[in-house]
């Protein structure tokens, strides 16, 4: 008892050595904590009955009340002349900066809800007028539809400060924020410039499928309040040209710098260099990001603290070549580093380390010792109090996280006893006069080695602090990244140099500038080849349903709480314990799917836009998809479907029905492919035979996974589970007419009810179909060809007879004449577009639950 008492009290006195520590060297680091837990309570708690006033009221008296008892007990121990009692005034200390965060948050959300623009917004898009300013320098993106009726194939993207919309024929104020979407490239327009728009209003779009990103919270973050989507670069007025010139500068900048790097790099490293360089990433096509996700390396989209640093290395060295003095030097640096963030968008990111280079030159130039740990908590709080909803961006967890990482690993012997530290300094000369007797080569060589295992082992400790906040977030196991990362640096380097030199050329003498292209194309081609080439290595990485989140809540409280301790031998062991049983728990419980009663058929239709996936689950192991595409999805993303997949803890497919040749029915099976492992690929005669140029990126994929293809027709049936699957259309010969009319059609029995997929069936296809059978009433069916007009449907709704219609569609699937078409029968019509993703189930007494995941969302995860 009496040992178990002393070890405690041990551990207490170790934990609070520790505390009193880091309030010595890190002050602002309790108190950015303390700042982030305000935002935190006041997101989680302060949503109850009171208003959103009272609630800032609240915390604002708090924060005064604190900050004047914390002022009165310091003036009363000063005139007392006695220590005061630090856990007392840090307490309190503490206490002011959570009233200070949650005071920040809840302001925040009072500008952001105040907006003139969310009271005009309604459910379906409209057409309006709107006037404003241009806030930051345009970017490009593909347009997804410009293979339809000869579209551009641009997309000119900015953000607009509201000042006026049209209503009637009169233009009213009205403040907000609009993200702008315009078809066509526009360069004419930068930052500043006062615009007219026409074009079509929308929501931010809500999460409308199990684990996809509720938009509205992102555009919340990032301070936008609506869409506006304008057809083409006629439709945009310019009304007033900035006449700022800084602001001017940046902007033209900005746009120079793009269209450098599109013209000296090919369309596969293009996009890279704009977004390494000018940190425009909206060019970056989904395949590539894909490749980067896995392999570790996605920070290459996002220009950081790595970027920042390779830019301000460059200056310094440009002004120790032309000699400059400290104070010149350091303004120089100074500015060159300001402007290249201002250029970049100003992105948190950028920001943190903005306020880091600053500092840390800042310190240099007064020849004052600095903490970095210190420097990034003050990032942090300035953060954080600039935009609160920052606390809850993942690219702001992971670039601190990797920061505090390498902080904390690159700095850990200084935490070894004196003892140790003097035995390894006795070893590290030994080392060096044995390297002094051998040749320059060797020496040269062990150096590089050396810094390499040390770049490997840096590496490694981010990816192992990063994985849960990955795995948790993007469902990827990136275990490659730990190389990948170190060769790729030196290459990101020269890359990022020769493309700002590239830009800076450009304005001189292109000739040069071509050079720089030439260097800035081979070294990102490099790049690409190691991403590539490290994606397709066996076990490199790993697709899997994410853990729970208060499991890896867990991990990082246990992590961060390890560092509290007295560092030893016994620390380091218990911390690295803790990680591989964390990770080891973490696989067992993701994978864990989502139960499903016995005998019960769920069908869960997937919100894809206009295009169609149906989940089919007759077990939990035993699990089917029926169709994996949408359109405009040329780059054969399977965002949406894999979320839904992987919500109900799926890894594996038994099989996946692919309807008919159109792409808006198969192009996501590559993305799928790559992201589970499925049995079979079930088709209709001949459909992989066809002369379709959409169909030989889906060929390529199925070889390179190895799945076996069946082709099914009318009359063929098969075992799913313990119900009987049928085929009912289409023949095996070919009938007369398009795809769509040789849809593959499937029926699905369960307690006396059916279920009815039909792909895009059209005539003369529905009349071999109604000469089928009919199926018993009251079943569930999916509408043919997304419920368009264009199509007999009513014919297919009266020989089914069901109980349930799903339209998976989009905005047409929304009109008036679709639904009464589709309610022939009396059936209940639900449409994707406006409820999300619909699941129906069908249990083994026949009862049929039907929900709507954007108005009655069903459980998910490993919990669930």
């Known amino acids: 008892m009496l040992g178990a008492q002393n070890s405690r009290r041990t551990g207490i006195r170790w934990i609070t050595q520790s505390m009193d520590l880091l309030w010595l060297r890190s002050p602002l680091a309790p108190v950015a904590a303390a700042c982030i837990t305000g935002v935190l309570i006041d997101a989680l708690v302060c949503c109850g009955p009171l208003s959103s006033e009272l609630w800032f009221i609240a915390w604002a008296v708090l924060g005064i009340g604190l900050g004047l008892g914390l002022g009165f007990r310091l003036g009363i121990v000063r005139s007392v002349d006695r220590p005061p009692a630090n856990w007392l005034t840090r307490a309190m200390l503490g206490l002011l900066f959570v009233a200070v965060g949650g005071t920040a948050q809840r302001l925040s959300d009072l500008r952001y809800d105040s907006a003139a623009i969310l009271s005009l917004l309604s459910n379906t898009p409209q057409p309006v007028v709107v006037e404003g300013i241009i806030e930051q320098p345009n970017s490009l993106r593909r347009n997804a539809f410009s293979h339809r009726h000869g579209r551009d194939p641009w997309q000119t993207l900015v953000r607009l400060k509201l000042n006026q919309i049209r209503v009637g024929q009169h233009f009213q104020a ?117 490749l980067l996700m896995v392999t570790g390396t996605a920070h290459l989209l996002s220009v950081s603290g790595l970027h920042l640093a390779i830019v301000v290395l460059l200056t310094h060295w440009i002004t120790i070549v032309l000699r400059l003095p400290a104070t010149p030097k350091l303004l120089t640096v100074l500015m060159v580093c300001l402007l290249y963030t201002a250029i970049t968008g100003a992105r948190p990111p950028v920001l943190r380390a903005a306020v880091l280079v600053v500092f840390l030159l800042l310190a240099n130039w007064m020849r004052r010792p600095i903490q970095p740990l210190n ?46 530290q003097q035995k390894l300094e006795r070893e590290r000369q030994l080392a060096a006069l044995v390297d002094a007797e051998q040749s320059r080569l060797r020496r040269v060589t062990g150096a590089l080695f050396g810094r390499f295992i040390k770049l490997i082992w840096l590496s490694g400790c981010v990816s192992v602090i990063s994985l849960p906040m990955v795995w948790y977030h993007f469902h990827v196991i990136p275990l490659i990244s730990v190389v990948s990362n170190v060769l790729l640096a030196p290459l990101l380097f020269v890359a990022l140099a020769s493309g700002l030199a590239l830009i800076i050329a450009g304005w001189v003498w292109w000739p040069l500038a071509t050079c720089f292209g030439f260097t800035c194309h081979a070294s990102l081609s490099t790049i690409r080849w190691i991403v590539e ?50 990770v080891t728990s973490a696989v067992l419980l993701a994978i864990q799917p989502t139960p499903l009663d016995k005998g019960t058929l769920e069908a869960t239709f997937v919100d894809v836009g206009h295009g169609t996936s149906v989940v089919i689950r007759l ?79 889906i060929t390529q994929a199925i070889d390179r996974a190895e799945v076996p293809v069946r082709e099914l027709s009318a009359g063929m049936s098969m075992r799913c589970g313990d119900k009987r699957l049928d085929i009912l259309h289409p023949p095996a010969e070919r009938i007369a007419g398009s795809d769509n009319a040789n849809s593959l059609v499937i029926r699905m029995d369960a307690a006396g009810r059916s ?108 919990s669930r």
């Open 755 to 862: 279920l009815i997929l039909p792909g895009d069936l059209e005539e003369p296809g529905i009349a071999y179909l109604i000469n089928q059978p009919r199926p018993a009433v009251g079943g569930l069916l999916m509408a043919p060809h997304h419920g368009s007009l264009t199509v007999d449907a009513r014919a297919v709704v009266h020989w089914a007879r069901p109980r349930e219609t799903v339209v998976s569609g989009g905005r047409r699937s929304r009109r008036p004449e679709v639904i009464e078409m589709l309610r022939t029968t009396g059936s209940n019509v639900h449409l994707t577009i406006t409820s999300g993703a619909i699941r129906i189930r069908i249990d083994h007494r026949g009862n049929m639950e039907t929900r709507y995941w954007l108005n009655s969302p069903w459980r998910t995860g490993p």
């Open 174 to 290: 009205c403040d907000g924020h609009l993200r702008v979407a315009i078809n066509g490239r526009n360069d004419q327009i930068a930052t500043g410039d006062s615009v007219r728009l026409f074009g079509t209003l929308s929501r931010p779009g809500a999460a409308s499928n199990p684990g996809t990103v509720d938009l509205r919270k992102v555009d919340r973050r990032r301070n936008i309040h609506a869409q506006l989507d304008v057809a083409s670069i006629d439709h945009v007025q310019l009304l007033h040209r900035e006449q700022a010139f800084l602001r001017r500068m940046v902007a033209m900048l900005a746009t120079h710098g793009r269209n450098q790097l599109l013209l000296a790099n090919g369309p596969q490293t293009g996009p890279l260099a704009v977004a390494l360089v000018v940190g425009q990433r909206d060019l970056v096509d989904n395949a590539t990001r894909d």
């Open 375 to 420: 420097t990034l908590s003050l990032a942090a709080i300035l953060l954080t109090l600039f935009n609160p909803e920052l606390v809850f961006s993942v690219g702001v967890h992971l670039s601190f996280l990797a920061v505090t990482t390498l902080l904390i690993c690159g700095q850990r012997e200084s935490a070894q006893t004196t003892a140790v």
């Open 619 to 697: 077990s939990p192991n035993d699990v089917w998809l029926y169709d994996c595409g949408r359109l405009g999805n040329d780059h054969h993303s399977s965002r949406g479907i894999d979320s839904t997949l992987w919500s109900l803890g799926v890894t594996h497919l038994r099989g996946v029905f692919l309807s008919h040749a159109d792409a808006d029915h198969f192009n996501a099976l590559p993305g799928l492919l790559r992201r589970f492992t499925i049995d079979e690929i079930l088709t209709p005669p001949g459909m992989l035979q066809e002369d379709e140029p959409a169909l030989e990126a």
């Open 533 to 582: 080439t490290s994606a397709q290595i066996p076990c490199s990485h790993f697709w899997l349903p994410s853990p729970p989140g208060w499991w890896v809540a867990g991990f990082y409280v246990i992590v961060a709480g390890s560092f509290l301790l007295r560092a030893s031998y016994l620390t380091s062991t218990l911390r690295y314990a803790w990680i591989v049983s964390w």
